[in-house]
């Protein structure tokens, strides 16, 4: 990543998403192949539209389009919760990874949440 980047990868929203979204496409790797049009599919994209719709509502000039974008990911976010869960009882992934995805994904939720609460 270019440290000389501005605007949106300055927030500790999307920095915490976008490492969330790379964890994701991480474990989803050794995941069964009959899953790849299935639940891997289901993560990645919902993993994928956190740092986006933070990156795209960070770009928007009212605070009502702004605070919308970030419900957005936030509500992906809450999705990818499900999957992370699912997965899991699944058998999936160890303990190890889903207590790591579970923590990185309830961090990146309280972040959200404070940029959320804080655009006026």
């Not at 976008?18 to 639940?39: C, M, Q, R």
């Amino acid at each position: 990543m270019n440290k000389y980047h501005k605007g949106y990868r300055n927030l500790k929203a999307w920095e915490f998403s976008n490492k969330l979204a790379h964890a994701i496409y991480d474990v989803t790797e050794k995941f069964p192949k009959s899953e790849i049009f299935g639940l891997v599919s289901q993560m990645r994209r919902s993993a994928v539209s956190v740092p986006a719709n933070i990156a795209e509502g960070y770009s928007r000039n009212g605070s009502k389009e702004r605070r919308q974008f970030y419900r957005i990911a936030l509500s992906s976010l809450t999705e990818l919760e499900f999957y992370i869960d699912f997965s899991f009882e699944r058998i999936f992934y160890s303990d190890t990874i889903y207590k790591s995805l579970s923590e990185k994904q309830v961090e990146t939720a309280k972040v959200l949440t404070g940029l959320i609460k804080s655009v006026k």
